[in-house]
Protein backbone atom coordinates (compact mmCIF):
# COMPACT_ATOMS: atom_id res chain seq x y z
CA UNK A 1 0.00 0.00 0.00
CA UNK A 2 0.76 3.59 -0.15
CA UNK A 3 3.08 4.75 2.56
CA UNK A 4 2.25 7.94 4.55
CA UNK A 5 2.94 11.34 2.50
CA UNK A 6 3.13 15.00 3.25
CA UNK A 7 0.18 16.86 1.46
CA UNK A 8 2.30 18.81 -0.91
CA UNK A 9 3.30 15.31 -2.36
CA UNK A 10 0.20 13.41 -2.03
CA UNK A 11 0.27 11.97 -5.83
CA UNK A 12 -3.51 11.71 -7.40
CA UNK A 13 -3.46 7.97 -7.97
CA UNK A 14 -2.77 7.57 -3.87
CA UNK A 15 -6.23 9.27 -3.50
CA UNK A 16 -8.01 6.08 -4.73
CA UNK A 17 -6.94 2.77 -4.46
CA UNK A 18 -8.23 -0.74 -3.91
CA UNK A 19 -8.16 -0.07 0.41
CA UNK A 20 -8.88 3.95 -0.07
CA UNK A 21 -6.59 5.60 2.01
CA UNK A 22 -7.15 9.33 1.62
CA UNK A 23 -9.47 11.34 -0.12
CA UNK A 24 -8.59 14.95 -0.80
CA UNK A 25 -10.99 17.90 -0.84
CA UNK A 26 -10.43 20.78 -2.01
CA UNK A 27 -12.41 23.95 -0.45
CA UNK A 28 -13.36 27.17 -1.23
CA UNK A 29 -14.24 29.87 1.93
CA UNK A 30 -15.37 32.94 1.47
CA UNK A 31 -16.87 35.94 3.69
CA UNK A 32 -20.63 37.35 2.86
CA UNK A 33 -18.69 39.71 0.31
CA UNK A 34 -17.37 36.73 -1.44
CA UNK A 35 -13.47 37.47 -0.75
CA UNK A 36 -11.71 34.32 -0.07
CA UNK A 37 -10.60 34.51 3.55
CA UNK A 38 -7.37 32.85 4.51
CA UNK A 39 -6.05 31.78 7.66
CA UNK A 40 -7.91 29.29 9.10
CA UNK A 41 -6.42 26.39 10.21
CA UNK A 42 -7.48 23.04 10.34
CA UNK A 43 -9.15 22.83 14.03
CA UNK A 44 -12.02 25.47 11.98
CA UNK A 45 -12.72 22.74 9.47
CA UNK A 46 -15.20 19.95 10.03
CA UNK A 47 -15.37 16.77 7.72
CA UNK A 48 -18.25 14.53 7.02
CA UNK A 49 -19.00 11.55 5.36
CA UNK A 50 -22.21 10.59 4.90
CA UNK A 51 -23.27 12.32 8.06
CA UNK A 52 -20.51 11.12 9.87
CA UNK A 53 -17.81 13.21 11.45
CA UNK A 54 -14.38 12.19 9.73
CA UNK A 55 -10.92 13.33 11.13
CA UNK A 56 -9.01 15.90 9.32
CA UNK A 57 -5.58 14.08 8.12
CA UNK A 58 -4.35 16.17 5.84
CA UNK A 59 -4.50 20.06 5.81
CA UNK A 60 -2.82 22.45 3.51
CA UNK A 61 -3.30 25.86 2.19
CA UNK A 62 -1.55 28.46 0.06
CA UNK A 63 0.24 28.31 -3.18
CA UNK A 64 1.44 25.42 -3.91
CA UNK A 65 2.06 23.88 -7.43
CA UNK A 66 -0.68 22.76 -9.22
CA UNK A 67 -1.87 20.51 -12.12
CA UNK A 68 -4.10 22.45 -14.31
CA UNK A 69 -5.37 21.23 -17.74
CA UNK A 70 -7.65 23.60 -20.01
CA UNK A 71 -10.06 22.24 -21.83
CA UNK A 72 -11.25 24.59 -25.23
CA UNK A 73 -13.80 24.08 -27.56
CA UNK A 74 -12.25 24.50 -31.47
CA UNK A 75 -15.60 23.03 -32.80
CA UNK A 76 -16.97 25.42 -35.85
CA UNK A 77 -19.12 27.19 -33.51
CA UNK A 78 -16.63 29.11 -31.62
CA UNK A 79 -15.02 30.43 -35.12
CA UNK A 80 -16.85 34.17 -34.13
CA UNK A 81 -15.59 33.81 -31.00
CA UNK A 82 -11.91 32.90 -31.51
CA UNK A 83 -10.39 36.53 -30.03
CA UNK A 84 -12.74 35.80 -26.69
CA UNK A 85 -11.13 32.45 -26.76
CA UNK A 86 -7.74 33.46 -27.21
CA UNK A 87 -8.51 36.16 -24.80
CA UNK A 88 -10.05 33.98 -21.66
CA UNK A 89 -7.17 31.34 -22.19
CA UNK A 90 -4.15 33.69 -22.13
CA UNK A 91 -5.57 35.14 -18.97
CA UNK A 92 -6.08 31.42 -17.02
CA UNK A 93 -2.44 30.68 -18.37
CA UNK A 94 -0.52 33.74 -17.70
CA UNK A 95 -1.14 33.18 -13.59
CA UNK A 96 0.49 29.91 -14.05
CA UNK A 97 3.65 29.34 -11.44
CA UNK A 98 6.52 27.52 -12.54
CA UNK A 99 6.24 24.91 -10.50
CA UNK A 100 2.72 24.04 -12.43
CA UNK A 101 1.93 21.19 -14.52
CA UNK A 102 0.19 22.30 -17.58
CA UNK A 103 -1.86 20.56 -20.15
CA UNK A 104 -4.93 21.05 -22.62
CA UNK A 105 -7.21 19.34 -24.55
CA UNK A 106 -8.99 20.53 -27.50
CA UNK A 107 -11.99 18.79 -29.34
CA UNK A 108 -14.24 19.79 -32.00
CA UNK A 109 -15.45 15.92 -33.83
CA UNK A 110 -13.29 14.38 -31.41
CA UNK A 111 -10.46 15.55 -28.49
CA UNK A 112 -6.68 16.00 -28.77
CA UNK A 113 -4.09 16.36 -25.73
CA UNK A 114 -1.93 18.97 -26.39
CA UNK A 115 0.70 20.11 -26.42
CA UNK A 116 2.37 16.66 -28.33
CA UNK A 117 5.44 15.84 -27.85
CA UNK A 118 7.20 14.27 -24.82
CA UNK A 119 6.20 14.14 -21.26
CA UNK A 120 2.12 14.10 -19.86
CA UNK A 121 2.70 18.18 -19.01
CA UNK A 122 3.96 21.14 -19.78
CA UNK A 123 5.64 24.29 -17.45
CA UNK A 124 5.72 26.67 -20.05
CA UNK A 125 2.64 28.50 -20.73
CA UNK A 126 3.19 30.09 -24.04
CA UNK A 127 3.90 26.66 -25.59
CA UNK A 128 0.66 25.64 -24.27
CA UNK A 129 -1.33 28.32 -25.63
CA UNK A 130 0.74 27.98 -29.24
CA UNK A 131 -0.43 24.40 -29.31
CA UNK A 132 -4.48 25.10 -28.57
CA UNK A 133 -4.71 28.48 -30.93
CA UNK A 134 -2.96 26.42 -33.81
CA UNK A 135 -6.05 24.22 -34.07
CA UNK A 136 -8.62 25.63 -36.76
CA UNK A 137 -12.36 26.05 -35.24
CA UNK A 138 -14.12 23.87 -37.15
CA UNK A 139 -16.32 21.01 -37.36
CA UNK A 140 -19.12 19.69 -34.46
CA UNK A 141 -18.71 19.79 -30.94
CA UNK A 142 -17.48 17.25 -28.63
CA UNK A 143 -17.32 18.63 -24.95
CA UNK A 144 -17.58 15.46 -23.39
CA UNK A 145 -15.17 13.71 -25.16
CA UNK A 146 -12.76 16.58 -24.26
CA UNK A 147 -13.78 17.05 -20.56
CA UNK A 148 -13.23 13.17 -20.14
CA UNK A 149 -10.20 13.08 -21.59
CA UNK A 150 -8.74 15.86 -19.41
CA UNK A 151 -10.36 14.53 -16.17
CA UNK A 152 -8.24 11.11 -17.15
CA UNK A 153 -4.97 12.74 -18.15
CA UNK A 154 -5.29 14.64 -14.83
CA UNK A 155 -4.44 11.40 -12.83
CA UNK A 156 -1.02 11.45 -14.49
CA UNK A 157 -0.23 14.56 -11.92
CA UNK A 158 1.42 15.03 -8.73
CA UNK A 159 -0.39 17.68 -7.10
CA UNK A 160 -3.03 17.62 -4.47
CA UNK A 161 -4.39 20.87 -6.20
CA UNK A 162 -6.11 19.67 -9.95
CA UNK A 163 -8.12 22.28 -12.07
CA UNK A 164 -9.67 21.84 -15.25
CA UNK A 165 -11.10 25.11 -16.66
CA UNK A 166 -13.59 24.79 -19.97
CA UNK A 167 -13.35 27.59 -22.18
CA UNK A 168 -16.99 26.70 -24.37
CA UNK A 169 -20.04 27.64 -25.65
CA UNK A 170 -21.13 24.60 -23.44
CA UNK A 171 -22.89 22.71 -26.65
CA UNK A 172 -22.27 18.96 -27.26
CA UNK A 173 -23.82 17.16 -30.40
CA UNK A 174 -21.60 14.20 -30.88
CA UNK A 175 -19.67 12.83 -28.27
CA UNK A 176 -19.36 9.42 -27.68
CA UNK A 177 -19.00 10.37 -23.95
CA UNK A 178 -22.54 11.03 -22.08
CA UNK A 179 -22.66 13.81 -19.69
CA UNK A 180 -23.00 10.65 -16.83
CA UNK A 181 -19.47 9.16 -18.03
CA UNK A 182 -18.25 12.44 -17.64
CA UNK A 183 -19.90 12.83 -13.64
CA UNK A 184 -18.58 9.63 -12.79
CA UNK A 185 -14.75 10.13 -14.07
CA UNK A 186 -15.28 13.67 -11.96
CA UNK A 187 -16.58 11.89 -8.40
CA UNK A 188 -13.32 9.73 -8.94
CA UNK A 189 -11.23 12.56 -9.08
CA UNK A 190 -10.27 15.38 -7.13
CA UNK A 191 -10.60 17.70 -9.50
CA UNK A 192 -12.26 21.21 -9.34
CA UNK A 193 -14.31 22.26 -12.99
CA UNK A 194 -14.37 26.08 -13.71
CA UNK A 195 -16.11 27.31 -16.56
CA UNK A 196 -15.57 30.62 -18.82
CA UNK A 197 -18.46 30.24 -21.18
CA UNK A 198 -18.49 32.22 -24.35
CA UNK A 199 -21.98 32.78 -25.59
CA UNK A 200 -23.11 35.05 -28.01
CA UNK A 201 -25.77 37.44 -28.22
CA UNK A 202 -29.49 36.59 -27.15
CA UNK A 203 -30.79 34.65 -28.35
CA UNK A 204 -28.54 31.81 -27.86
CA UNK A 205 -27.90 28.94 -30.93
CA UNK A 206 -28.71 25.69 -30.08
CA UNK A 207 -24.86 24.69 -29.99
CA UNK A 208 -24.78 27.06 -26.62
CA UNK A 209 -25.29 25.79 -23.25
CA UNK A 210 -24.79 27.33 -20.36
CA UNK A 211 -26.65 25.24 -18.22
CA UNK A 212 -24.45 21.86 -18.93
CA UNK A 213 -21.44 23.96 -18.37
CA UNK A 214 -23.17 24.99 -14.78
CA UNK A 215 -24.07 21.63 -14.12
CA UNK A 216 -20.20 20.39 -15.05
CA UNK A 217 -18.63 23.06 -12.12
CA UNK A 218 -21.65 23.01 -9.42
CA UNK A 219 -21.43 18.88 -9.51
CA UNK A 220 -17.24 19.47 -8.56
CA UNK A 221 -17.27 22.02 -6.21
CA UNK A 222 -16.04 24.82 -9.23
CA UNK A 223 -17.89 27.95 -10.96
CA UNK A 224 -18.71 29.33 -13.99
CA UNK A 225 -18.66 32.40 -15.56
CA UNK A 226 -20.32 34.06 -18.76
CA UNK A 227 -18.24 37.21 -19.86
CA UNK A 228 -19.90 39.43 -22.28
CA UNK A 229 -16.62 41.79 -22.83
CA UNK A 230 -12.76 42.00 -22.91
CA UNK A 231 -12.97 43.01 -19.43
CA UNK A 232 -15.06 40.15 -18.23
CA UNK A 233 -13.64 37.44 -19.55
CA UNK A 234 -9.94 39.02 -18.20
CA UNK A 235 -11.86 39.36 -14.68
CA UNK A 236 -12.88 35.73 -15.28
CA UNK A 237 -10.00 34.23 -15.55
CA UNK A 238 -8.65 36.51 -12.80
CA UNK A 239 -11.06 35.29 -10.44
CA UNK A 240 -10.96 31.25 -11.35
CA UNK A 241 -6.68 31.76 -10.85
CA UNK A 242 -7.90 33.41 -7.43
CA UNK A 243 -9.99 30.32 -6.45
CA UNK A 244 -7.64 28.06 -7.24
CA UNK A 245 -4.92 29.55 -5.64
CA UNK A 246 -6.80 30.12 -2.35
CA UNK A 247 -8.34 26.98 -1.66
CA UNK A 248 -7.76 24.62 1.00
CA UNK A 249 -7.04 21.26 0.81
CA UNK A 250 -8.73 18.65 3.06
CA UNK A 251 -7.12 14.97 3.40
CA UNK A 252 -9.39 12.76 5.15
CA UNK A 253 -9.50 8.64 5.71
CA UNK A 254 -12.96 7.10 4.92
CA UNK A 255 -14.95 5.26 7.59
CA UNK A 256 -14.57 1.18 6.20
CA UNK A 257 -18.26 0.03 5.73
CA UNK A 258 -19.49 -3.18 4.16
CA UNK A 259 -22.55 -1.41 2.46
CA UNK A 260 -20.74 -1.59 -0.81
CA UNK A 261 -21.57 1.70 -1.89
CA UNK A 262 -19.94 3.64 -4.70
CA UNK A 263 -20.60 7.04 -3.73
CA UNK A 264 -20.37 8.84 -0.39
CA UNK A 265 -21.58 12.67 0.23
CA UNK A 266 -18.81 14.78 2.07
CA UNK A 267 -20.23 17.86 3.59
CA UNK A 268 -17.41 20.76 5.27
CA UNK A 269 -18.34 23.27 7.58
CA UNK A 270 -16.15 26.07 9.06
CA UNK A 271 -16.73 27.51 12.85
CA UNK A 272 -13.87 30.00 13.05
CA UNK A 273 -13.78 32.10 16.19
CA UNK A 274 -14.73 35.67 15.39
CA UNK A 275 -15.68 34.98 11.52
CA UNK A 276 -19.61 34.59 11.09
CA UNK A 277 -21.69 32.88 7.99
CA UNK A 278 -18.76 31.88 6.45
CA UNK A 279 -19.49 30.37 2.58
CA UNK A 280 -17.98 26.64 1.58
CA UNK A 281 -17.96 25.24 -1.37
CA UNK A 282 -16.78 21.86 -1.80
CA UNK A 283 -17.67 18.74 -4.20
CA UNK A 284 -20.81 16.97 -2.70
CA UNK A 285 -18.96 13.47 -2.82
CA UNK A 286 -17.01 11.30 -4.23
CA UNK A 287 -16.74 7.67 -5.63
CA UNK A 288 -14.71 4.92 -5.73
CA UNK A 289 -13.42 3.36 -9.67
CA UNK A 290 -15.45 -0.20 -10.12
CA UNK A 291 -12.31 -1.88 -10.76
CA UNK A 292 -11.46 -1.37 -7.07
CA UNK A 293 -14.12 -3.94 -6.36
CA UNK A 294 -15.28 -1.38 -3.66
CA UNK A 295 -14.01 0.18 -0.56
CA UNK A 296 -12.84 -2.42 2.16
Known amino acids: MFAALPAALLVAQSVFSVHVETVAVPVAVTDRQGHHV ?33 V ?46 DGAFTRDPGRLISAVTAVPAEGRTALYDGVAMALQHLELGRSTKNALIVISDGGDNISHDTYSDVLTLARQSQAVVYAIGLLGTPPATEEENAGLLRRLCKDTGGLAYFPRTVDETAAAARAIARDIREQYILGFSPAPRGDGRAYRKIKVTVSAPGERRLRVRARAGYAVPAATGGLS
Not at 45 to 70: M, S, Y
Request: glycine share 10%; aromatic share 6%.
Open 38 to 70: SGLTRGDFHVFEDGRPRPITVFDHGDIPATLGV
Open 72 to 117: VDCSQSMRPKRAALDNALAGVLSTARPADQLFGVVFNESALLVPQG
